[in-house]
């Protein structure tokens, strides 16, 4: 007889310990592979262990134990004759009785697994793996309402990641029932809604007017249920978060959640009915009896209210990301100026013609990204990654380039990909359509990963200068900025040139001063001899 050991899954690196909140399954119970047998609570969400196999399961710990990550909860003998214990009672005169024992033994079986057919039709959706480096996620948004019919495929929650923002498609058609909040961080592989797919359009508005019904019959009746759970006056993680906060205790919260759990909402609403806290003014012999009083300075000032708002965690990321940029890389920045008088003219004279032939405007981004990609193949050094862990330097042979795009939510850096084979039409599409994926908030994931350099165009919004900072594992970034027309002494005239400034911000781990500096004269001389692009020269 084999035996499995099941043990509590790791749910995020901040997660270490969790409560048994439920045993979903009688001891020495038969279950089903997958079937869930036991729920748990964790900091951030519940979530329910499915049997790794079928077979008779033994429960190590109880209802409202605590337990490490990794602990063993439960066994399951997976012997292919196991039954509950009960049955075997059963099994045995049946054996006496009957010259077909094994008929009748598998018959009841049978006969449970269709009894429990609306059981088996609950679909349980969990959060997808989104990259390796994605643990958890934030539940950006509800699209539909709990208890509500919804259709295969429909779009029913939004996620968001350290990367971008995704929706989570119904599995199948039924009644959906949530299992987390707006606003909750969850780990990977968490339930956060279950479908009812016996459920239809009809029964759910029977259901809404059978539940409106008993909650009125409820309320009428003062006395609480006397059978209680664990989760009777326990709160939900949010719920204990609010309590926490506001300094309650959980003993004078009535809990309105399923067996009585205390919700999120039932912390709201005993907070609205607290009175407000009057403070008293203490009387000086200094006070008079009238009613005016001098305004005081502080009375003569404006709105002085401060708000605080939970980080999106692509702003979480940002922050991440770019302080580790800082503290772990030898970074320094080159600057230099590029004359852009023959790529202006280039883009007057054909800018036309080009977006005629092309459907798409010729911007000043391709120039600057064509030239990157010629010079990054000419100095490797600059387009490769640097593993302190293994000693080596990791080279490419390609260029893929990172493009700085602001959205409503953040700095986002999607990648163009081989872009020294692109041409400048290739460049100028492929742009425009991240532009756009970034606005609304739909980049993939294989979009958002990799780069072997970034560009950055603080220009559009006015800069003139700046020191532009790494995107790990990268080993350089070039900055743009504003175009602004200069006195320049050309041939040993003073004429008037449309310049810009550009900064190359490098890793000096990897890359030499003399690299970096001959990089950024290369991108120049390109940019202000663009016909050298198009030569390959």
């Known amino acids: ?165 995704m929706e989570l498609p119904a599995e199948a058609a039924g009644i959906v029932h ?41 309320t009428s009746t003062t006395p609480p249920p006397a059978n209680t759970t664990y989760a009777t006056g326990h709160p939900s993680p949010a719920a204990a978060k609010l309590i926490e906060e506001n300094g309650l205790q959980s003993k004078d919260l009535k809990g309105s959640g399923i067996d009585g759990r205390i919700t999120k909402e039932d912390v709201a609403q005993h907070l609205q009915q607290q009175p407000t806290p009057t403070v008293k003014k203490e009387t000086t012999s200094t006070e008079t009896s009238t009613d005016t009083k001098p305004t005081t300075p502080i009375e003569k000032m404006g709105n002085r209210n401060i708000r605080k708002e939970k980080m999106s965690r692509l702003r979480k990321t940002i922050s991440r990301r770019l302080l580790a940029a800082k503290n772990e890389t030898a970074m320094l920045t080159t600057f230099n100026e590029v004359d852009l008088t023959e790529v202006m003219a280039i ?95 739909k980049l993939t994931m294989d979009e958002m990963t990799g780069g072997t350099f970034t560009i950055s165009n603080g220009g559009v919004f006015g800069s003139l200068n700046s020191t532009p900072i790494i995107n790990p594992p990268q080993s350089a970034i070039l900055g743009m ?17 449309p310049m810009m400034y550009l900064a190359v911000s490098y890793d000096h781990r990897i890359v030499d001063g003399k690299e970096a500096v001959t990089f950024l004269v290369r991108v120049k001389e390109l940019l202000e001899e663009p016909l050298k692009m198009f030569l390959n020269i």
């Open 178 to 218: 949530f299992m987390v909040e707006a606003g909750d961080d969850v780990a990977v592989g968490t339930v956060v809604a279950k479908i009812d797919t016996s459920g239809s359009p009809e029964s759910k508005n029977q259901n809404k007017t059978e539940s409106d019904k008993e909650q009125v019959k409820t």
């Open 347 to 441: 883009r007057s004279k054909y800018k036309e013609t080009f977006k005629e032939k092309h459907q798409i405007g010729l911007g000043f981004m391709s120039f600057f990204t064509k030239a990157c990609a010629m010079a990054l193949m000419e100095f490797p050094d600059v387009n490769a990654y640097i593993d302190v862990e293994e000693g080596a330097i990791e080279y490419h042979d390609f260029v893929d380039i990172s493009v700085a795009v602001s959205t409503p939510k953040g700095l986002v850096v999607p990648v163009l990909r081989n872009v020294e084979k692109m041409t400048l039409q290739d460049i100028e599409i492929g742009i425009k359509d991240l532009a756009i994926k970034g606005r609304d908030g």
């Open 1 to 165: 007889m084999a035996v499995i050991e099941m043990k509590i899954p790791t749910s995020g690196e901040s997660i270490t310990e969790v409560t048994i909140a439920e045993l979903l399954v009688e001891d020495g119970s038969y279950v089903e592979m997958d079937q869930a047998i036991m729920e748990v609570e964790t900091d951030k969400a519940n979530m329910e262990l499915p049997a790794e196999a079928a077979g008779i399961v033994r429960f190590k710990v109880e209802a409202g134990d605590d337990v490490a990550v990794g602990t063993i909860v439960a066994t399951i003998e997976t012997d292919s004759e196991a039954s509950p214990v009960e049955d075997k009672s059963i099994k045995e005169v049946e054996q006496k009785e009957t010259p077909k024992p094994e008929i009748e033994v598998e018959q009841p079986k049978t006969n449970n697994a269709t009894s429990n057919a609306p059981l088996n039709a609950v679909i349980e959706m969990k959060i997808p793996t989104s990259g390796e480096s994605i643990t958890e996620v934030t539940i950006a948004e509800l699209l539909v309402e709990e208890g509500s019919y919804v259709e295969m495929d429909q779009p029913i929650i939004e996620v968001e990641t350290d990367k971008a923002n």
């Open 481 to 497: 900025h504003k175009i602004q027309e200069r006195a320049m002494v050309i041939n040993g005239e003073i004429k008037i040139r």
